[in-house]
């Protein structure tokens, strides 16, 4: 009974638990049927959910909108296995979304100089303004450096090659090889870092 709860919060949450028991019932319909007019349903009820969450933990939106896919498939592919008695609609679908959310940004820690953004990495993007900032020329050439530059990913290989031996802007590297600009410094930066650091190492 809701004896002494005001009739404003018992009325949420009658809502509140008749929302539950329907979107439990469209998972139901799911899981049990493939209904596609059910999984719509739940699809429109989240999606705004979703990416309102991903927005506040990732930051990005192409990002977001990736969460909600992801999540939403997952619904789709893992209906059956939700279980009304142990939980909400609710939480169930955002458990699913906080370990995709793990996963994506490992992924993004992974190769994150692959996908270098000013909104993805600030800090990062900030820091590679010019080339010359540092330079590779320090009494050092390519030559010199012989066998270590081989121990550099070969995207960063690419991205050095065309800008210290052709000679190339890093606006041209990026068009040519139809990547951000960003993501060209960043591996420009990256590339040179390590180039000294093995460069010391072998001192």
């Not at 992801?70 to 979304?97: C, R």
């Not at 040519?176 to 650091?197: C, M, Q, Y």
Request: proline share 3%; with cysteine; aromatic share 6%.
């Amino acid at each position: 009974m809701l004896v002494g709860i005001p009739l404003e919060d018992r009325q949420k949450t009658v809502n509140s638990k008749e929302c539950a028991d329907s979107l439990s019932a469209q998972l139901v319909l799911v899981a049990e049927q493939r209904s596609k007019p059910a999984f719509a349903a739940l699809f429109n009820h989240f999606a705004p959910r979703l990416r309102s969450y991903a927005l506040k933990q990732i930051g990005n939106e192409a990002l977001a909108m990736e969460l909600v896919q992801d999540t939403m498939s997952k619904v789709w592919q893992k209906s059956h296995l939700f279980n009304a008695d142990k939980g909400s609609p609710s939480t169930w679908i955002f458990t699913i979304a906080r370990n995709i959310r793990f996963d994506m940004l490992r992924k993004l820690q992974n190769r994150k100089e692959d996908i270098c953004s000013d909104d993805l990495w600030p800090v990062l993007c900030e820091q590679t303004a010019d080339v010359n900032e540092i330079s590779i020329d320090e009494k050092v050439t390519l030559e010199q450096v012989g066998g270590l530059f081989a121990n550099l990913p070969r995207k960063q290989q690419v991205v050095i090659e065309a800008i210290y031996i052709d000679g190339k802007s890093q606006q041209e590297v990026a068009t040519e090889l139809d990547i951000p600009l960003g993501t060209v410094k960043s591996r420009t930066r990256l590339a040179l870092i390590r180039l000294k650091e093995m460069l010391k190492d072998h001192d």
